[in-house]
């Protein structure tokens, strides 16, 4: 599966943002997609996973109640809907498909190019 992010941009504190993923292929139903960020300096982290179906989903602590994943199987997207914005959300965002849940397990082999968030203060 091949994807593509997008929806980044410059946003102030507080602010809201919505990132997309487009994934081609017949496959899309059936793979986990999670989103994951790097920041400047630092390691990528894991921010949010969701299943094949949308069922079930799962967000880091430092966003849970701020960012929700979802996915449109229809479409083709996975997205990750982000409020109340932290200069510490500054990062690049990428999407990742998966087989296997819950995230520990499962194994994101397909990435995304990445999109930057910047988080002004």
């Known amino acids: 599966v091949q994807l593509q992010a997008s929806g980044g941009g410059l946003v102030q504190a507080g602010g809201s943002l919505r990132l997309s993923c487009a994934a081609s292929g017949r496959t899309f139903s059936t793979y986990s997609m999670g989103w994951f960020r790097q920041a400047p300096g630092k390691e990528r982290e894991f921010v949010a996973a969701i299943n094949w179906s949308g069922g079930r989903t799962y967000h880091a602590d430092s966003v849970k109640g701020r960012f929700t994943i979802s996915r449109d199987n229809a479409k083709n997207t996975v997205y990750l809907q982000m409020n109340s914005l932290k200069p510490e959300d500054t990062a690049v965002y990428y999407c990742?498909?998966?087989?296997?849940?819950?995230?520990?397990?499962?194994?994101?082999?397909?990435w995304g190019q990445g999109t930057l968030v910047t988080v002004s203060s």
């Open positions: 990742a498909a998966g087989r296997g849940w819950p995230p520990g397990q499962a194994d994101f082999g397909s």
